[in-house]
């Protein structure tokens, strides 16, 4: 826990419009030119200014104003000015945690750009959909959104924003852990600063590159980038940018084992960002403040940092925060033998990773990744409309009949006949036609019914076995002196582990969401990050530009993962390797997926009994597709599934 660095997103860069001029006018003088002023367009860009005035000092005021523009917006037909509105709403609400709400006004800004074929204005909603996607942990989403944004910046030869673009898709690299590309497009934002002398923006790409150097604890290197940003920071004055080196700083600090230093830059990140406003970065400093206390044993110096950023964390709905909160105080109290107090704490802690399990939280890596108000919306919509298509295979029956009867009534003689005939086919037809809405309409309620078993799975099952595990570790920590006892109780808690990751699977399985091509590959790329994180071994992932909207085979999909997993198994059991490289491609109507590992080679671990190799095997024939097992060009073993798209596709 308390992994919180700060890496610099450049959503309000990209956020910013021709209406947030650079000038520093005070709040007053802009409240004073709105009362006198009564073309609405011009009302429009000074409501605009006076959001992003106040956007850190007082959010629910700049979010007053950015409704007041919409509305403004919304009855003069100012179209550019609604996008910039929303665009100004969404912002707001990033600044406050809110991430359904900033994802739900940045979507709305898109389509605005889209329907009035705002090139800019594609660019700008498109990487603000990619930041708060990073956010919610579903890196996938993110990365196809910061591309979509560099497409329209190259198409508009703006460089400065390619730049920032850059940057986010760095930080989208960062978050699946592909550190070399991270650097690599950093490195190009970086590049772009430096041609133009631009020093702040030489300093966010500083900060962003010292981030990912403290995701791979090279913390001597980040320092040395941390300082030089806080160089380039102290002459402009940048309170922004002086916060994220100073939080940043006392981070790396911290995990040095330096701990004066850490709570010295701590604490001006904190004064810092006091003035600011910016409360979401007050509670992650709380706790990077409350674990410093701890690892110098002060723990009840520690315990008032962990209840404020607690208290904060709880204002802004920051769940992920709260549970870290805890995790610090339960850890405080028990080094003050304060041991009910602790496992009241723990428990906290427990039932809130819980809670953000059930709202589709996955791991530590994926905060936030599902949105439940969107959810709840797109659950009506879906329910809304299969009562609408059962409605219309109702009225589409009664029509037939009342059809077939005026035939029988006005057909006579060989007219009759053929009025029959032409009738049979007809109603035929209409029949196949009705039997398909009603396997459609059958086929919904299946699924639905598929969604709700997960998810009281995931309810009842996954949470007595989070309790088992976690009283499994109490009564462990009890059972120092008895190793017999200690084992056992140890034997359950993996056999708890192992249920609770089999769960998840049957729960993805099952969930029929889950059936498109995009979520199979997002599936696979998770579980190897998260198979790999508990070995020394790097996973290098390459995900295609854009995938294809294809929903695909319960069966196809299984044995595509079963493949995955055994290969990785292969490897982390024989292969001796230190990197994993997983790539997707998608061409001439193929899906070609290869794990490539730098480890001893085919000859030296392969499967010699051939079970698994024939497992692999077996499982590709069954989706018409093919295993191949070769040596790989710079050592190590290459594994290649190779399938064609409609053997895999639903029909």
Not at 12 to 22: I, V
Not at 101 to 116: G, I, T
Not at 177 to 197: C, D, G, M, V
Request: proline share 2%; aromatic share 8%.
């Amino acid at each position: 826990m308390g992994k919180k660095a700060f890496p610099l997103l450049l959503l309000f860069l990209l956020s910013l419009l021709p209406a947030q001029s650079q000038n520093n006018r005070h709040t007053d003088s802009l409240v004073g030119l709105l009362q006198t002023t009564h073309t609405d367009t011009v009302r429009a860009k000074l409501l605009n200014e006076l959001v992003w005035e106040l956007i850190y000092t007082n959010p629910a005021q700049a979010e007053n104003y950015a409704k007041e523009e919409r509305e403004l917006c919304e009855k003069a037909g100012f179209k550019r000015g609604l996008f910039d509105s929303y665009t100004a709403l969404g912002s707001v609400r990033y600044v406050q945690s809110d991430l359904a709400a900033a994802l739900e006004y940045h979507k709305q800004a898109l389509a605005c750009s889209r329907q009035n074929n705002y090139l800019k204005g594609l660019m700008i909603a498109n990487s603000n959909i990619g930041v708060v996607y990073k956010d919610l942990g579903n890196h996938l989403l993110e990365t196809h959104y910061c591309l979509a944004a560099m497409k329209t910046a190259e198409t508009l030869g703006d460089s400065m924003r390619m730049s920032a673009i850059y940057s986010n898709l760095g930080l989208a690299y960062q978050g699946q852990k592909s550190y070399e590309q991270a650097l690599a497009f950093n490195e190009k934002a970086l590049a772009i600063r430096e041609k133009r002398h631009d020093q702040r923006g030489i300093a966010a790409c500083y900060i962003n590159i010292a981030s990912i150097l403290t995701d791979q604890n090279k913390l001597s290197e980040a320092v040395d980038y941390q300082l030089k940003a806080l160089t380039l920071a102290t002459p402009l004055q940048d309170n922004y940018l002086l916060a994220k080196c100073y939080s940043n700083l006392g981070l790396s600090y911290k995990k040095l084992n330096q701990n004066e230093l850490a709570l010295q830059n701590l604490e001006k990140g904190l004064a810092i960002n006091t003035q600011l406003g910016s409360k979401a970065s007050l509670a992650a400093l709380e706790i990077n403040l409350g674990e410093v206390y701890n690892q110098m044993q002060e723990s009840t110096k520690a315990l008032l940092h962990f209840e404020k950023a607690l208290q904060v964390s709880k204002e802004i709905g920051h769940k992920k925060w709260q549970m870290e909160s805890y995790a610090g105080m339960s850890n405080a109290y028990e080094h003050l033998k304060e041991l009910p107090k602790a496992h009241a704490a723990y428990y906290q802690f427990a039932e809130l990773r819980d809670s953000m399990g059930n709202e589709g939280y996955n791991k530590e890596i994926a905060n936030m990744r599902v949105v439940y108000e969107v959810e709840k919306k797109e659950s009506e919509i879906a329910l809304l409309k299969q009562q609408e298509e059962i409605k219309s295979l109702q009225i589409h029956e009664q029509h037939a009949v009342l059809q077939k009867r005026k035939v029988l009534l006005g057909a006579s003689g060989v007219l009759i006949v053929s009025l029959l005939l032409t009738g049979y086919f007809y109603f035929s037809r209409q029949k196949i036609t009705a039997l398909q809405k009603q396997e459609r309409a059958v086929r919904l309620a299946e699924e639905s019914e598929r969604l709700r078993m997960a998810k009281d799975i995931h309810d009842d099952l996954g949470s007595g076995l989070s309790k088992i595990k976690f009283m499994t570790e109490l009564v462990s920590s009890k059972s120092e002196n008895n190793p017999e006892v200690k084992a056992g109780i140890r034997s359950i808690s993996e056999t708890s582990t192992s249920l609770v990751e089999n769960m998840r699977d049957l729960i993805w399985a099952l969930n029929p969401e889950n059936n498109k091509l995009e979520h199979l590959i997002a599936r696979i790329r998770e579980y190897s990050s998260d198979y790999l994180n508990d070995f020394p071994v790097q996973l290098i992932v390459n995900l295609p530009i854009s995938i294809p909207d294809k929903e695909l085979t319960k069966e196809a999909s299984r044995n595509i993962f079963f493949i995955v997993k055994e290969t990785l198994q292969n490897i982390v059991k024989h292969a001796q390797a230190s990197r994993v490289t997983l790539v997707f491609e998608l061409q001439h109507n193929q899906f070609k997926l290869s794990l490539t590992d730098n480890g001893k080679g085919y000859s030296a671990h392969a499967n010699t009994p051939g079970n698994g190799l024939r497992n692999m095997q077996q499982r590709a024939t069954v989706i018409n597709g093919q295993v191949e097992i070769v040596a790989a060009e710079k050592g190590g073993t290459a594994v290649h599934l190779c399938v064609r798209l409609t053997a895999i596709e639903k029909a």
